[in-house]
């Protein structure tokens, strides 16, 4: 459309139609704000609320100057659907992520007139529709303003979603049912639209799976594939054409959803996706990602995730259908390029060029590999499990170097060698162990450090948990769901056996955890249910670690005439996000935990540490500094010549922190106060004080069962 048939269809009408754009535009912005912080809903409501009443002028102003045009008509419909998808979007924040259907219906139908010529053809003006329309943003704009009790609101949503649903459903079937008289597309845009299919095509063929790998060059290559795939096409029937372009886009739809998942794996894990372990992560992912940002936003982001896999599974599917489609159309053109391509292609393969690209097939095939690697996990993980040299070493014999002795194993959440070597927040770390190590010297004392390996990276602690206690390496799911179901001999097991009383702080976990008891054989868990904790969260942590150290020291250690306790401590203050960081208090004021509701914290939105690296990195280093601080202050405070401690990292942060290529290695030191303890470790190794030294031994973390059993057995 030109510049000039644009100034004779814009009419008064259409002045209205912008005022209510802007109106719009600021009722997006109010929604956007309000996912920052809690802002109040009225002014929201209320330019909703004028929006929608001008919606009744623009018309009548139209059809009383007789003003009204196709331009006018479409602007008008595409303000409305705006404004509309705004409303959803702050809606499903309090109502569920099922609200965004709403605002996404107009775009969904955009999608298929772009993607299917017979949605394009013009539909008839129904008031059915309008009357549609209309009912969307009053019943939004209502739920919004939550003057309605909830279910009330619940079921007007509800209606509203139904009748949307059954006016596309009926716009859908008139164009159905006149498909074959549709208009065919003009030249430009249907040229247009099959340049688009080849770039997507090509840009799934070539994506990289690593974050490490994207970028332009990442793009310019040739893709084997896709010449295979058109040469074929175009020599095949209509039929068998059909066929190959939908399982071959079928094919390339998963390989693209693994290539993102690929990507924000190594993000997070530093590891390739795994389609066998990971598959089982989805419900823990997302029960994570509410207790880290909240309900109602963590369902509007799983929604926007769903809608965009959709997108992912099906647009190559259509994209290569078309393209194969318009090279049986043009097979003389499409044969001779693929040929020409083709030869190219080799040329660059023999010279060693990274231009000629076979990466998606390679892929496909890593990916089958990956499968039946993961499939025949159990057969490998029964032979590390047949051979156990403590499973039949009798009770006294074990951990005969301990007796008498309290034992806490403490994690400590995210602490990896990033932590400690070589990164802008190390030296502040190294500090307070450097200061630490002096605190426990004067409580009389010392301690040993190295570092372990981990089977995990940036996140999945359990993994890392169960292969330290079991002295095999647990790196997926599948794996540990197989190793609790044996008697594997794990630390807990050998100092129960031995005499000890053992217990878990697990102050993250919220519900029954059946493996504590079954497999672990724990005598008492405490987390978040019965730690007593009445004081606010601090983002996902739901406690501050000194909290969780001094509910063990009143529930375990503080008792009188008891027999000798092991313990593992979870410490997880300095889990991601760092967005609540507390602060050490007097150990007096912690009482019940209220008081850190009036005491100021470290804090920063998630918005800003997942958007700028830097302030993120410099939030995990302060988390570490507190931890480490509060576990110090602890020993100082409450340690007795009885009281041991391995204290470790479960795995390093995500790459986030960390950056690309990071190892795997967290920091581990043994604490003790009698010299005989230090004594039976004195050959590993390991450097004096709380701060491994860079030459430090680095073990596999599944070693250390075996050499700690041995270290302090007979």
Known sequence: MTAHEIREQWGPASWVTLARAALAAGVAALVAGAFAHDAPAAPLVTLAAVALALDLVDGRVARRTGTASPLGARFDGEVDAFLILALSVYVASKHGAWVLAIGAARYLFLAGEWLLPWMRAPLPRRRWRLVVAAVQGVVLTVAAAEVLPRGLTQGLLGAALALLAASMGECLWWLWRRRDAAAPPRPGVAVAVSGLALVLVWAALVAPNQPSHLGLGAFVRLPLELLVVVAVGALLPAGPRRALAVLAGAVLSLLLVVK????????????PFRPVDDSSYVGIGIETLRDTVGTSSADVIVAVAVVLVVALLSVPVLAL??????????????????????VVWVAFRLAGAPVASSSAAALAVDEVQAVRTGLQYRATLDRALAHDRFAATPADRLLTGLRGKDVLLVFVESYGRVAVQDSA??????????????????AGFSARSAFLESPTFGGLSWLAHSTLQSGIRVDGQRSYDELVKHDRLTLTRAFKRAGWRAVG???????????GFSYYRYDAIYDRRNLGYRGPDFGLPPMPDQYALLALRRLELAKRHRSPLFAEVDLISSHAPWTRIPRLIPWDEVGDGSVFARIPVQEATQASLFGDAKRARAAYGHSIEYTLATLFSFVQRYGDPNLVLVVLGDHQPATLVTGQGATHDVPISVIAHDPKVMDRISGWGWADGMRPSPGAPVWPMDAFRDRFLGAFGP
């Open 321 to 342: 259908v078309r393209v194969t489609r318009v090279a049986a159309g043009h097979r003389g053109w499409a044969l001779r390029a693929a040929a020409v391509l083709s």
């Open 425 to 442: 927040f190390s030296p502040a770390v190294d500090a307070v162990l450097d200061r630490g190590t002096r605190q426990l010297h004067r």
């Open 505 to 515: 702080v697990m102050p993250a976990n919220h519900r029954a955890w059946p493996e």
């Open 260 to 271: 993102v998942l690929d990507i924000g794996f190594f993000t997070a894990f530093d590891r």
